[in-house]
C-alpha cells in the first residue's frame, strides 16, 4: 500500500531530526559549560600584585601584545632567562568568533604542561582603553615600570607601542570597602613610612577613581594621611614618595612611587617620547593639600 510504503522513510526521517537537534542541544550545553576557575582567573582579585596600562581607543588588543613583548624583554634582562620563559599568558582574547570548547582544551593542556608560570598575564576588562596584567614575584612592578620608564626618557625607543599609554604599578590589591582600602594601606605605606628611619618625609597622594561610585576621592585622600601618620608632612610639589591609589569596580590597588613620577611624565610612555616640557602640579591637586593638612593638624 502506498501509506505503507512511505511510513517507514517517515518515521526515519523524523528519527533522524530528532538525533540532528540533540547534537546540536549537546554541542551548546559544552560552549556554555565553562568551569568557574577559569573565569575567576581572568578576573583581577584581592591579592593580586600587577600592572595597570591605558591606550588609545580601540587599541587594546595591539596595545596587549606590544606591552606583552615590551613586559617579556625586560623580564629576561632583569630577572634572566630561567625565570621569564614561561610563556606570556595572554587571557584578553579578542577571538570572539572561536571555539570555545577548542579554548578550554587548550587551557586544560597548558594547565597539564611542566613549564615555568608565566611572570605576567594579560586580564581581560570590560573597560575601553584600560588593561591590566597581574604580575607574580621575582618581577616587582614599581621598580620594573620605573625602569622601563626611565630608559625611554634616556633616550631608548621600543618598537610597536604607538598606542600605549600610561603604565601604574599595583603592590597589592584588595576590594573596594573601607576595610580593604585600610588593610592594602597598612601593607603597602609600612615599609615607606613606619620603619625606624623613615621619619620626616614629604608625600603626595593622588587616587584614581573608575566606575566606583562607593568611594569619594576627598575620603580616600583623608583616610589614606591618618594611615601615613603626623610624623609626615604633606608636599604636592616637593614629595619624596607619591602614593597612588587606583580603585577599579570593586577592587582597589596601591603603591608608592618615587620622586621623580612627575620627571618621567606621570610614567606615561606616548609623552616619554615627546620634547620635554616644564612639569606642573595641576591646580585641582593643591587643593588636596589643604585638604590633608587639615585632617592632620
Not at 109 to 127: C, E, G, Q, V, Y
Not at 207 to 217: A, E, G, Y
Request: glycine letters at 8%.
Amino acid at each position: 500500500m502506498p501509506g505503507t510504503e512511505n511510513a517507514p522513510k517517515k518515521r526515519k526521517a523524523e528519527s533522524g531530526g530528532a538525533h540532528d537537534g540533540g547534537n546540536k542541544r549537546a554541542k551548546g550545553k559544552k560552549n556554555w559549560d565553562m568551569p568557574r576557575r577559569y573565569t575567576a582567573d581572568r578576573a583581577i582579585q584581592p591579592g593580586d600584585t600587577g600592572i595597570w596600562a591605558t591606550c588609545a581607543m580601540k587599541k587594546e588588543a595591539k596595545s596587549v601584545n606590544d606591552l606583552r613583548d615590551l613586559f617579556q624583554e625586560y623580564a629576561t634582562k632583569l630577572y634572566g632567562s630561567a625565570e621569564s620563559n614561561g610563556p606570556a599568558s595572554d587571557d584578553d582574547s579578542d577571538d570572539e568568533g572561536g571555539d570555545i570548547e577548542a579554548e578550554i582544551k587548550k587551557e586544560l593542556a597548558d594547565i597539564r604542561k611542566p613549564t615555568t608560570k608565566p611572570l605576567f598575564t594579560s586580564l581581560k576588562l570590560d573597560t575601553q582603553c584600560l588593561m591590566f596584567f597581574r604580575t607574580r614575584s621575582p618581577l616587582e612592578p614599581v621598580s620594573f615600570v620605573h625602569k622601563i620608564c626611565q630608559d625611554i626618557a634616556d633616550g631608548a625607543q621600543p618598537r610597536n607601542l604607538s598606542y600605549v599609554k600610561r603604565l601604574t604599578p599595583i603592590t597589592a590589591t584588595d576590594k573596594a570597602t573601607p576595610e580593604g582600602l585600610e588593610a592594602v594601606a597598612k601593607q603597602v605605606l609600612a615599609p615607606h613610612f613606619h620603619g625606624a628611619d623613615q621619619a620626616g618625609k614629604k608625600f603626595a597622594i593622588r587616587p584614581s577613581i573608575r566606575n566606583n561610585k562607593v568611594f569619594l576621592r576627598d575620603n580616600v585622600i583623608r583616610t589614606i594621611a591618618a594611615l601615613v601618620g603626623p610624623n609626615h608632612k604633606v608636599d604636592l610639589k616637593g614629595y619624596d614618595v607619591l602614593i597612588l591609589v587606583e580603585i577599579y569596580k570593586n577592587v582597589l590597588g596601591m603603591s608608592v612611587v618615587g620622586r621623580d613620577f612627575d620627571t618621567l611624565k606621570r610614567y606615561n610612555i606616548d609623552e616619554l617620547r615627546q620634547p620635554r616640557a616644564s612639569t606642573r602640579v595641576e591646580p585641582k591637586e593643591e587643593a588636596k593639600e589643604a585638604i590633608v593638612n587639615g585632617e592632620q593638624a
